[in-house]
């Protein structure tokens, strides 16, 4: 599989180009970047800026040896510029990652907006975004994530044809993720418990957002019983109302007793405070970057607690892309094969973890970088333009 930036497909995707008078340009921070404890030899690192439009952005690229660099954009009310930058450069490297680990010929790349979703949006700001991953040249492929919309991924492709995700381009992934963490979840439920049935298991589910709530879709017809929580509460309401969950504060969600817990919100839920108190012995759901650091791992491990590894278990909306996208599969049945395969991938991630003592993050690890070590040097990154 490969995507070439210069194909004619591409090419005519390049249709609505922005018709604004200035062209913001991304500016290469990568020395600025070194700096930050995040960084781990990422590729380039871009910033961009335009005043007009009220953008200020991050684009990470962590390495494009396997393919050009893909990951969504996440707008979000960074409180500095440098959160902003160590978000971008923890969530591109997880990119990377998870592509590997998928087998597929992906690099690793994000891009944050800083802003709050709910009221600095506007299509000028996401046109101007779109012309900044326009200059990249294909480097980096961009798409949604948490904070961003399909709708705003068609106003970028305004300005840009490295974009997935558009209404007119496989639009939104997240019920593909969610189907990922489902077969992330059976697995690890039945290392822990002896069958891989959902029925009467009760699973907490953290954040119902995009992918929390179509989990919940799936987790209830499946016969689960689900535990809840959000910080909106127009979201709990709705998996209270759809779903017949119970919901719980987000502070309790991981106290409480399940059989299992499944983080869809933001990263790092697992750390050295929550660990001692979670009643959940098996841990898969969505959200990148759970653990707070690589200690964390071995903690959960010496617990016996099993923890799906996040860039395994939510890496169904970037196969359905690879798969369906980019190499042009139409039968959705093979292509929810593939995103089901995650249950294998995990699988022997688990094996692994048992025969030789390490936390199942570790073995992830070591999963993606044999295949990153195998890989030739990335072309040059030249900015277009
Ligand atoms: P989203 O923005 O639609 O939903 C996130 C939800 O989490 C929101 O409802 C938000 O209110 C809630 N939330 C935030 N802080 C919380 C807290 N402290 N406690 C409880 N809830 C909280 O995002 P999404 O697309 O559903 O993604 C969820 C996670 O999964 C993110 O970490 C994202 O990076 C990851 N992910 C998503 C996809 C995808 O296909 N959408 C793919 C891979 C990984």
């Given at each position: 599989m490969t995507i070439d930036s210069k194909s004619p497909e591409l090419g005519a995707m390049r249709h609505h180009r922005w018709a604004g008078t200035r062209t913001p340009r991304p500016v290469d921070v990568t020395a600025r970047a070194r700096r930050s404890p995040a960084f781990s030899g990422h590729e380039?690192?871009?910033?961009?800026?335009?005043?007009?439009?009220?953008?200020?952005?991050f684009i990470a690229i962590h390495s494009?040896?396997?393919?050009?660099?893909?990951?969504?954009?996440?707008?979000?009310?960074?409180?500095?510029?440098?959160?902003?930058?160590?978000e971008a450069l923890k969530l591109s490297r997880g990119m990377t990652y998870k592509a590997a680990a998928a087998g597929l010929n992906l690099g690793g790349g994000k891009a944050v907006i800083i802003g709050d979703p709910r009221t600095d949006k506007s299509d000028a700001l996401f046109h101007a975004f779109g012309a900044v991953v326009e200059c990249l040249g294909g480097a980096y492929f961009t798409g949604e994530d948490v904070g961003t919309t399909?709708?705003?991924?068609?106003?970028?492709?305004?300005?840009?044809?490295?974009?997935?995700?558009?209404?007119?381009?496989g639009g939104d992934p997240s019920e593909m993720t969610a189907l990922?963490?489902?077969?992330?979840?059976?697995?690890?439920?039945?290392?822990?418990?002896?069958?891989?049935?959902?029925?009467?298991?009760?699973?907490?589910?953290?954040?119902?957002?995009?992918?929390?709530?179509?989990?919940?879709?799936?987790?209830?017809?499946?016969?689960g019983k689900l535990t809840v929580a959000d910080v909106d509460r127009a979201r709990v309401s709705r998996a209270v109302d759809e779903f017949g969950a119970e919901a719980v504060s987000p502070e309790s969600l991981h106290r409480l007793p399940a059989d299992a817990l499944a983080p869809c919100a933001l990263g790092a839920i697992l750390n050295r405070d929550t660990i001692p108190e979670l009643m959940a012995n098996v841990v898969a759901g969505s959200a990148n970057n759970q653990l707070a650091s690589k200690a964390d791992g071995w903690t959960l491990h010496r617990r016996g607690i099993v923890y799906a590894p996040d860039y395994v278990a939510n890496a169904g909306g970037l196969i359905s892309i690879a798969a369906g996208q980019i190499e042009g599969e139409r039968d959705r049945t093979r292509v929810l094969e593939r995103v089901r395969r995650i249950g294998d991938t995990l699988k022997a991630i688990f094996d692994q973890s048992e025969r030789e003592d390490l936390p199942t993050a570790v073995v992830a690890d070591r999963l993606a970088e044999r295949r990153l070590r195998g890989a030739p040097e990335a072309p040059d990154l030249r900015l277009a333009g």
């Open positions: 380039r690192v871009f910033e961009a800026r335009d005043d007009a439009t009220g953008l200020h952005a494009r040896v396997l393919g050009p660099a893909l990951g969504g954009c996440r707008m979000w009310s960074y409180p500095t510029p440098e959160a902003a930058l160590t399909v709708a705003d991924m068609d106003c970028v492709a305004r300005s840009t044809a490295f974009v997935f995700g558009t209404s007119e381009n990922g963490v489902v077969a992330a979840l059976r697995i690890a439920i039945a290392r822990r418990h002896g069958s891989p049935a959902l029925r009467d298991r009760v699973i907490a589910v953290q954040g119902l957002g995009k992918v929390g709530l179509s989990l919940c879709r799936l987790l209830a017809q499946e016969g």
